[in-house]
Every structure is written in structure tokens, then in C-alpha cells.
């Protein structure tokens, strides 16, 4: 049986202290993962800039992986 790893909310908050996501608003444990912790932490919309590593040799901004980032902007 996989070993869960538990957060609380003063654990993501020290965790972002070093990182440039922004400030702590809202964390979820998904509990289907078989192996490994899978979390969704919830931060502020000026994060959409911020670098996410994929993998040693692959970078993007947060903006390119969530595809309606900007669905809420007004239409002109």
C-alpha cells in the first residue's frame, strides 16, 4: 500500500515561501493516486507567468498548460 504524504496549510505556505507562485489561497489532496501524493494548491492569478519544470529539459509558463486561462476577459 502506498504511503500518502499529508500537508497542512502553514506546510504550503512555508513551501511557497520558495517559490515565485504567490501567495497561499486554497489547497485539495486527490485521494485516487496509487502512488505518489497528487494536490491541486491554489494561488493568485499573477502566477500564470511563473516557470513549471516538466522535466530536466523542458520548461513552460503555467499559462501555456491551463488552455482557458483567459476565458473570463472580455471580448472586443
Known sequence: MAMKTKFSK?????I???YDFGKYKNSKLFT??????N????TNKKNLDADIILDKTKVVKLKELLPYYDWWQKVE
Open 10 to 14: 502553514d506546510d504550503f505556505i512555508e
Open 32 to 37: 485516487t493516486g496509487t502512488v505518489q501524493t
Open 16 to 18: 511557497l515561501l520558495n
Open 39 to 42: 494536490l491541486l494548491l491554489q
